[in-house]
């Protein structure tokens, strides 16, 4: 559909990859199953050990797509033996046909990892409208079942399998406690762009050794979303194949704990939210054609829920974002943005800084504002803006990246 | 702040400029008062007789400007003797500075026009955040008074020196009957970008030599905005200063007619809307970098105002305006944008058409969709995207522009 011309890797691009360690209860295989793309891996098969829990938070949508259907319908079962992600067609949009096809691919999952289709999880990010041959998956499963691997290369790998337009593979690993047992979360994450024919969709899947019943996953996943996934926006748009998936293997052997607000949860919370933070601003600092990564903080807005309304309007602005692009400290668009978000405001209580710069102050330019040093901050790679409405102590935190030519280039471009 | 340079006339630009006629009670003259610009008129001084009723909607913003503040201020009290418009200043976001420029303004123009201060309307457009110097209007506007004209070049020049980033002027005129009475209704109206440093705002102003009470005038005013300047988005940003005001200077000698919903109003209010259609129409044709016009009609929503969100979300997605800039005809990315716009709508019953190729249909492509019949529609400088939801009988249309690389350009230039 789209020329999918090569697009240069992002200059936001971490400088190294993390190696992400085995995890008990994981194997993984990747493969060619020719959905759509030539002489790539597009095909990730991983296999999760008996006991495994699963949780997920989905897309918005109100047009989902077909593995998305099957994912919350998978989780009303409890347990999880295998993920089969595909890149290059996203099942999306294709009526019947894409719910006959997710019957399949689970069918052929589900022989392979010799489990129940609903213990299968299924994602897919590419075209959407094109029906997906499912019939693709047989053979290639099976074989992946035969041959997982669970080292750093195989979670490299998985992170490749699942790109479309990601200019850089996503993975990010971390370690916790519970209650004196140490326990890892390995999470791998594509995005972002959201849907487009050849373009991506924001994928992202977190693990762990850790025993947590399904209930505590799901309270966990859901809490961490909030503060990370939840807070990254590129374009405003919303794939309708969003997902978030987090897997227990309850490998590690820590005691069960049956409530997610129990402290001996604390260090591992604060693990998955830190990692789940981490991968969505990858996501955001290869948002199509970026070339700066932005942070958006709201403080003194009249509740949380406000202050993130008016943090996500400022970081989905077309002209904030370009003025950015143009390193240009254009606090008037901030304000703008501000105004147009419908939450409570003060004009004349406002302030902006860009980075610590105040530019603006109680309703009109901060007289001490220095452009030099304000365009000093803009010629940053990160820029953080930072607003105080003034008004109560609701705050919010949110990430986006700059709208460049780049993103019109992408998004643009001329069928072939 | 930005570095000004020349952009060329909108291809959406219309063949002719319209020759507006003369309005019974209004006297026009424009001025070069140098707020911003040098060597072009940037002062709209327009005379309005004794008796003249003013109505006006203005911007949703939180953070509107200070002439927003005045302009609705002075609606309370009745009677308009004077408009003032200036551009390359917004005075917006200057705190108190601002009220004090805007009350001076006032008090200089109704020295010049003989009037009370809150017989004055006042409009700015331009750079934000800057204090607008209110003394540069001393003399101006006295001068302006002594001279003003009322015919068709007159009106050109007043369309002329309202512009900041427009390519072309913006004008219509109709005609109309009350009661047997020939009306006229002219207009003019600056666009659109929204608001930036030396960037539009959207103003329009709307006269008519008929007799209508100012509860009337509000009401034709506030019906006619529905249908046609809150159904054009540009980049779905909002400025601080959007102001559209409808002036009747009562001249035409027709009977008044005290209920807007008096079927003796029936033809004005038909021309009204369709003069504010062509306005709004013609902001959009001039959005920054636009290539396209574009029109989106949503039908089969549950109900007008669900279709209308369902619209916006349609007109305001960067992915669906980059790929009509693209001509893609990128029905999956309409999906996305029906889907994220968080009202009812069922994927399986989803239809959507470029001009008159449907796409797809009932929740998948439509099998008899040809490419090239589709590509062919993109190609037009005018592309409509219609969309039917299959749930209820709802109806919207919305118009935009496509999103290029010149919008970046605009908006996104490094400083000078």
């Not at 996943?221 to 990254?232: D, H, K």
């Not at 005691?255 to 607000?261: E, H, K, S």
């Not at 501000?338 to 710069?357: H, Q, Y």
Request: aromatic share 6%; charged share 20%; proline share 5%.
């Amino acid at each position: 559909m789209s020329s999918g011309k090569a697009v240069p890797v992002s200059p936001l691009a971490p400088e190294t990859i993390p190696d992400l360690p085995a995890l008990d209860g994981v194997g993984i295989a990747t493969a060619q199953a020719g959905i759509r793309y030539a002489g790539r891996t597009d095909v990730l098969y991983l296999s999760l050990a008996e006991g495994t829990q699963a949780a997920g938070v989905f897309t918005r949508s109100k047009c989902p797509s077909a593995p998305v259907d099957w994912c919350r319908a998978a989780l009303e079962s409890p347990g999880a033996r295998a993920l089969v992600v595909n890149s290059g067609n996203a099942n999306a949009f294709t009526g019947a046909l894409g719910r006959d096809a997710v019957v399949l691919t689970a069918a052929i999952a589900a022989r392979a990892a010799g489990c129940r289709p609903e213990d299968v999880f299924i994602a897919s990010t590419g075209v959407i409208g094109e029906p997906l041959d499912a019939n693709k998956f047989e053979g290639v499963l099976a074989d992946c079942a035969g041959r997982t691997e669970a080292g750093s290369a195989a979670w490299a790998a998985a992170a490749q399998a699942i790109m479309t337009t990601d200019t850089f593979p996503k993975l990010a690993t971390r370690r916790a406690e519970i209650d004196g047992v140490s326990v890892t979360i390995n999470g791998i994450a594509k995005g972002a762009g959201m849907i487009a024919p050849d373009m991506a969709t924001m994928l992202a899947f977190a693990f762990t050794d850790a025993a947590l019943p399904q209930a505590v996953l799901q309270a966990l996943l859901s809490a961490g979303t909030a503060r990370s996934f939840n807070c990254v926006t590129v374009d405003g748009d919303t794939s309708t194949s969003d997902t978030l998936m987090l897997f227990a293997t309850a490998k590690a052997g820590n005691p069960a704990v049956a409530d997610a607000a129990d402290p001996r949860l604390s260090g591992f919370k604060a693990a998955l939210d830190d990692l789940l933070i981490e991968l969505a601003q990858l996501v955001a600092k290869d948002g199509e054609g970026a070339r700066k990564f932005v942070t958006v903080e709201v403080g003194g807005a009249a509740d949380d829920a406000s202050a993130h309304r008016i943090a996500m309007s400022i970081a989905n602005s077309p002209l904030v974002k370009t003025a950015i692009a143009g390193e240009d400290a254009n606090w008037g668009r901030v304000v703008m943005a501000v105004g147009k978000a419908g939450e409570p405001a003060d004009r004349d209580r406002l302030s902006i800084w860009f980075g610590d710069i105040r530019v603006a102050h109680q309703g009109a330019r901060d007289p001490a504002y220095s452009e030099e040093a304000a365009s000093a901050v803009m010629r940053e790679p990160d820029v953080t803006v930072r607003v105080d409405i003034g008004l109560g102590d609701g705050t919010a935190r949110v990430w986006t990246c700059d709208l460049t030519s780049g993103y019109i280039a992408i998004n643009g471009d001329y069928r072939s």
